[in-house]
């Protein structure tokens, strides 16, 4: 069972916003964050969702500090 957070009214602000920035999700452990970004991320036809705090995500930016070049490289 799902239910609504306040915090999907920010999430969904921040998609329609033509001035957005990256996506970051703080908080404490086993509060529901990744729940809650997977379920953002079906409202995109396309999505890439990265747990930085994992090293199997992270590598991605270990050699590269751009995204078009981290886009060919890895994908």
Same mark, same amino acid.
């Given at each position: 069972? !799902?239910? @609504?957070?306040?915090?999907? +009214?920010? *999430? +969904?602000?921040? @998609?329609?916003?033509? !001035? #957005?920035? $990256? *996506?970051?999700? #703080?908080?404490? /452990?086993?509060?529901? @964050?990744? %729940? *809650?970004? /997977?379920?953002? !991320?079906? %409202?995109?036809?396309?999505?890439?969702?990265? +747990?930085?705090?994992? $090293? !199997?995500? /992270? #590598?991605?930016? =270990? =050699?590269?500090?751009?995204?078009? %070049?981290?886009?060919?490289?890895?994908?």
């Amino acid at each position: 069972m !799902a239910f @609504k957070r306040s915090i999907e +009214n920010h *999430l +969904n602000r921040w @998609k329609i916003s033509a !001035a #957005r920035k $990256p *996506l970051i999700i #703080r908080g404490a /452990r086993q509060v529901g @964050k990744t %729940t *809650l970004i /997977r379920d953002f !991320a079906e %409202t995109y036809a396309h999505a890439i969702v990265l +747990n930085l705090e994992k $090293p !199997a995500d /992270r #590598r991605y930016f =270990d =050699d590269f500090d751009d995204v078009q %070049t981290i886009f060919e490289v890895y994908f």
